[in-house]
Each structure stands twice: as C-alpha cells, then as structure tokens.
C-alpha cells in the first residue's frame, strides 16, 4: 500500500512532464510548418520597400503563403508517446532512455532479478525527478539548409535605406487592398480653398496624401452605399441626396484621413494635410527710409501668395515706449514699392522716430519689417503764440498719453488765458476739449487730431472758414471738368460759387476791393475763360489738351487758396525783384537784337557797351533786394566785355561768340531769379514749380488768356523769345539761339 502511494505521485508528475514536452513539440511543428507563409510575406515586404508591392500583387501574396500554411497544417501529425519521451529524455540529458526502463518487464522472473529490476526502476525514477519538457526550438537549420534567411535580412536593410522616409508609406501602398473590381459606390471628393487664396474648387483623389490651406472646405458625395464617411475616427454629418446618396462638408483646420467604407473595402482612405497660410513678406530696398524735398521717401519690397489686403507704416519717436501711434497707409501691390510720405502734420515732426513696415494679407495673416531710424523734417512753421503752445502741447499729449489729466489742466488754462487774440469759437472749442480730455469722454488720439484742426483754425486766423470754402468750392470745380464737359449752366454755376468763396477769402485777407492782393496781381476773369476753354476742349474730344489745361487750372487755383497779403518789407522786396527781372529781361531780347546786327556786321561796341551798363544797373537792384551773386549776373557781364572788345576791333567772330555765351548766361540768370522770387514771394505761395516749368504750371502757357499765380516779367520774355524763334525771316544764328 505504502508502494503505491509512493508511485502515484511518480506517475502524475511523469504524465504532467510528458503534456508539456507534448505542447513543445506541437509548438516546434506549428513553428515549422509557418516557416514558408512566413518566408513569403518576408519577400512580399521587401519588394514593398522596393516600390514593386500593392494592388493585386498583396492578393497574389497572401494567397501563395496561405497554401504554403494549409500545405504544412495538412503534413502536420499528433506527437507519439516514444517522441514524447525522447524529448524529455534530449531536454534533461538522460541517455539508454530511462523511460522505456518504466514500462519495460525483465525477460526470466526470479527473486534475484526482480530485486536487480526493482532497484533499476527506482534509480530510474530517481533520475526523472529532475526531468524538463524544454521550450519549444526553431532549428531553423532543417528547413533552411541553404541560410536563405540572411539573404532576406540583407534584403530587408537594404530596401529600408533606399526607402528612406517613404517607407512608412510604401508599406502602407504594399499592403492596402486592391480596388474593387467591380462597380461599386460612386464618391466624389473635391476642396475648396478659402477665400483670400483666389482659387477654384479642386478634385482630390481617393486615396494617397495631398496638401490643403487651412480654412478650405472638404466635400463628399457618395452614390450607392451606405457606408459612413468619416473624418478622423468620427462620423461627418450627412445630407441625404436622393434614396442611396449623400453629402459631407467639413471646413479644415487640422490634419486628418478621410476615410469611407470597411477596412475589407475601403472606397477611399486619403490622408489630407492642412497647411497655414504664409505670411506676408517684407522687406526694405536700398536706404529705406529717406528724406526727400522735405518729405520721407520710403522704398519698399513686398511679396505674397495670396495679396495684401493692407500696407501701412508705422512711426514711433524713439525714447517713448507709450506715445500714440502714427502712420500711413501705403500701396499695397506686389513688387517694388515706393512713397513719399507728407509728416508735415505729424505731431512727431522734426523728431528722431522708427519707421516700420506692417502688413496684413488676405488670409489675416500679419508681418512687420524691421524699423528703420530716420529724423522727420520739422512741420510749418507757426506765428500765432496761441498755436505755438497748442501745438507744444499737441506734441506732449502725443508722447506721453499717460500725462492726459495735466496735460488737460494746461488746455483748460489757456483756454481761460490764450497768449494772443482768438475767436470765440477757437476759444469755446478748446476748453471743450479740455473738458472731454480731463473727463475721459475723448481719448488723447481723438484729442491730438482735434488740436491739428484748431491749431490751423487760430493760425489761420479769420480766413480760416473761407480758405476752407475755396478750397470746397475748386474742387468741385476741378471734379466736374475732370468727369466730363459740363453743361453750360453748371459751369457757371461753379464758377459763381468760385467767385462767392474767392472774394470771401480775399476779403478775409484783407484785398481791396478790385480783387487784387497788394505785391501781385492777377487776372480771375482768366479762370473763367480757361475752365470754359477746358470744356470746349472735352466737348471737341481734345482730350490731351483739356488735360494740360486742367492742370494749369488746378496751380493756379492751388495758389490761389494758399494767399496771404504781404508785408510792407516782403512787398518793397517783390518790387525791387520785379524790376530787376524786368531789367534783365530787356537787356536779354536787345542782347538778342545786338546779336543779330553782329552777325549781319552792323553792331558797335558803343552799343554792347550800353548794355553792359544797363545790366549793372539790374545788378544794383538786387543787391538792394537782398540778391547777390545771382548765377548767371558775373558770366554774362565778362561775355559782354569780351563781346565790347572785340566788336572795338571790328572782330565779329569773336562778338559774335561771346554775345551768343552772354545769351546763354542772361538766360540763367532769368531763370535763377525767377526759382527765387516764387521762393520769397508770399502773397501766392504753395504752388510750387512742375516740369521744369518756372511758373509752376508745368504747361506752355502761351494758349491761354489767364494770367496765372507765380507768372513774371522772366516768364514773359521767355515767351516772347519763342514769339521770336517763330519768325521765319529771323537769320539761322537768330533761330540756333
């Protein structure tokens, strides 16, 4: 009884040994009888990694290694108990196989050999309580006697660096199902790029990787399935067309893959990438920022994808982190750009400042350049002590918007006490400024543009208003004659009210009653008759003309709106420059005269000798107006001696060549004088000389009956030169003059 009990647990812990070698052998077969499904999936990735893999190819694949699989699970049998043994006897290192020592009987009985036999079995017993199944061993030896294993590790590493980083994605073209072969749902997928990109709708391919802006809209439509659409994971909500089809948008801001239909029969799986919009590029060219006839020049080079839908730039005074901004807008095409920038009525003129380059595209994206220093030439130059201190405390209020309640305080008080004379009016705007700014009901940007306006009001003066309704009152003129003829009732309908704000203004001035400012004068009935001669120009379709004659309208109207009276010194001085211009201009057409006698050898030195001494006495006369050294004056004196010398000596020749340089020199002088009385002359400033044109008007005024604002006694005789270039009789040496 007490031997039983003590093989009992032999025979179980055998029986449990004999399962688990049994597991290991069944693993070891399974193992082996995957090896060439394994081997053939093997080749299929690398030809994957070679680009040569997908389609119907992963059909052909995956069924070769399933017969090669169904082939070796169909040669596979159950393990026998003798291979059993020889297993756990191969795992522990028994050898004479022990186990067959168990089940074996001896061949003759005897008391003797049964005792031998016995304790035979129990050292048998002995030694298999150490026995182990052993884990389950590849020997990939026996089915690879030929090491085709490493060919396919070689290469498997050798298409994975060719592949690259593309072979996520061969592997993932290698292994998607084939289309389906037969007709199957109809899916339309199309985007629609935003707005700002200006493009059309674009179809999108069902499968694969495509880039797309953000904010483009993604539509589908699916005919004939049932199958969800989904973005993402998620289901996309759907619009049912019709009994079997339908339609899914969705606006794009992040990556995803669209994909519709099971894995088994995907009918799209597309991988869309969403891209930001670019931003816009800025950059200066050449200098940058420079200045330029007392205004900044800015050269500029911009580029982008999509347009700029604005282009401004910024100044800000150096030294003051919290001053107001300032700016302008710019044009906003593409390429070079350039501008000039008037800061005349900057708050920050005359000061050191940054200029930056903004942008703005129109896919709201935003850039900015880097700044560029540059001092702003000074504004206008103020004579009112009441806008002096306003515009001082314009400048504050804009540099440090911080110090608004005292700088309210400082508005408040001078509106109590201003330093000069004020209307009522200037007077009773300002406190109420004072009053906004101090209660906050105004901010300090809406203050600083309110004191421009005032600071011009008071300086300005009582022509203020009606500078304001001449200027309303020519640009209506201007508008209508530019957009068409107007009928003749218009016309003068606009002319009289040119008329009305011309005398007010120049009543405001101070103008006698005949209409003319004291220093200067000029012909008004001349506009008249040159905006009629502009609308029968259009009428006639003398387009060009009416355009050269438009602008002389528009200087002289300019200069008009920019009068103010003389002083008693600028007016002597005017008159003294006048009659100096006069003086030089006779002596030029004599000169002119004199030339032609000497080229017929009819001229004496007594005679050039009088115009040298005639134009001494012009010189005199600028020199008492304040005008030396007058480009031109020296040159033509020394040619007009030279011309009395040789005409002394009955030498025409050389007359002849030092009176045509003394021409020359006349000429400039006129010209020299002419830039520096429309500098000094103040009765009609503002309109500044155009086109090389000494009167400003940058026309040939010579068509024309008005007698037009900065035109002199130089301009004239110019004229009257070209009358003489005219006449065919003059001599050639006249005509090359």
Excluded at 502 to 517: E, R, S, V
Aim: glycine letters at 8%; hydrophobic letters at 45%.
């Amino acid at each position: 009884m007490g031997a039983r009990n003590r093989a009992e647990p032999s025979g179980l812990a055998l029986t449990k040994l004999r399962r688990r070698a049994a597991r290991a052998l069944w693993a070891e077969r399974l193992g082996h009888a995957l090896i060439p499904a394994a081997a053939i999936l093997w080749l299929y990735v690398i030809l994957g990694l070679f680009g040569l893999a997908g389609g119907w190819r992963l059909l052909a694949a995956a069924g070769t290694a399933m017969a090669a699989l169904v082939w070796e699970l169909a040669r596979l049998r159950r393990p026998r108990m003798a291979e059993i043994d020889r297993r756990i006897e191969a795992a522990s290192g028994l050898s004479h196989q022990p186990l067959a020592t168990l089940t074996d009987r001896p061949a003759q009985a005897s008391a003797a050999g049964a005792a031998i036999w016995q304790a035979h079995q129990a050292r048998t017993q002995a030694l298999l309580a150490q026995a182990r199944a052993g884990w389950p061993a590849p020997q990939l030896g026996r089915r690879d006697p030929f090491g085709l294993a490493g060919l396919l590790l070689a290469l498997l590493a050798t298409g994975w660096v060719i592949a690259g980083p593309d072979a996520p994605a061969r592997l993932r073209t290698a292994f998607a199902p084939p289309a389906w072969p037969f007709p199957g749902p109809a899916l339309t997928v199309w985007v629609t790029p935003p707005a700002y990109a200006g493009t059309a709708p674009i179809a999108l391919p069902k499968s694969g990787t495509v880039q797309v802006l953000a904010g483009s809209q993604l539509s589908v439509i699916l005919n004939g399935s049932t199958d969800a659409i989904v973005w993402n994971g998620a289901k996309l909500p759907a619009q049912a067309l019709g009994r079997n089809g339908r339609r899914a948008d969705r606006t794009l801001s992040a990556s995803g893959i669209l994909r519709v239909g099971p894995w088994w029969h995907r009918v799209a799986q597309l991988r869309i990438t969403v891209t930001p919009p670019a931003a816009p590029q800025l950059s200066w060219r050449g200098p940058g920022a420079a200045l330029e006839d007392g205004k900044v020049r800015l050269s500029w080079q911009t580029g982008d994808a999509y347009g700029l839908a604005r282009l401004t730039a910024a100044i800000h005074p150096e030294g003051y982190p919290q001053a107001l901004p300032e700016g302008a807008e710019l044009p906003t095409q593409r390429g070079d750009g350039d501008a000039r920038l008037d800061t005349a009525d900057s708050p920050y003129s005359g000061m050191a400042v940054a200029i930056t380059l903004q942008a703005r595209n129109l896919a709201g994206v935003a850039a900015k350049s880097d700044p560029r220093p540059i001092t702003l030439p000074p504004g206008p130059a103020l004579h009112d002590p009441t806008a002096i201190v306003l515009g001082i405390a314009r400048q504050n209020l804009a540099l440090t918007p911080e110090q608004a309640p005292a700088i309210a305080a400082q508005l408040m008080h001078l509106a109590a006490a201003p330093p000069s004379a004020i209307s009522y009016g200037a007077d009773t705007e300002l406190a109420g400024l004072a009053a906004a700014l101090h209660s906050q009901r105004a901010g300090p940007s809406a203050v600083v543009a309110e004191l421009l306006k005032l600071i011009r009001e008071i300086e300005a003066g009582p022509d203020f208003r009606p500078a304001q309704a001449l200027a309303r009152a020519d640009q209506a003129l201007l508008q209508a004659l530019s957009h068409g003829a107007p009928d003749k009732a218009a016309l003068n309908r606009l002319l009289a009210q040119m008329h009305q704000a011309l005398a007010q203004h120049l009543n405001a001035l101070g103008a006698p009653p005949n209409g003319n400012l004291p220093g200067r004068h000029f012909d008004i009935s001349g506009l008249d008759r040159l905006a009629q001669q502009i609308a029968a120009d259009e009428r006639a379709g003398r387009t060009e003309q009416a355009q050269a004659e438009l602008k002389q309208l528009q200087s002289a109207l300019q200069a008009l709106q920019h009068a103010r009276p003389m002083s008693p010194a600028e007016a002597a001085r005017a008159q003294q420059e006048g009659q100096a211009a006069q003086a030089i201009g006779q002596v030029l057409q004599d000169q002119a005269r004199l030339r032609d006698q000497t080229a017929q050898g009819a001229a004496t030195a007594s005679q050039q000798g009088a115009l040298k001494r005639r134009l001494d006495g012009a010189g005199r006369q600028l020199h008492q107006a304040g005008m030396q050294n007058l480009p031109g004056m020296a040159d033509a004196a020394r040619q007009m001696d030279q011309a009395k010398a040789a005409l002394a000596q009955q030498d025409d020749g050389p007359a002849h060549d030092a009176q045509t340089k003394a021409i020359g020199a006349l000429q400039k002088a006129a010209a020299a004088l002419q830039r520096a009385m429309q500098q000094t002359m103040s009765v009609m400033g503002g309109a500044p000389a155009q086109d090389g044109q000494p009167d400003g008007s940058g026309e040939d005024l010579d068509n024309s009956d008005v007698a037009l604002p900065g035109q002199n006694a130089a301009g004239a005789i110019q004229q009257k030169i070209i009358h003489l270039d005219a006449d065919p009789k003059l001599p050639a040496a006249t005509h090359d003059y």
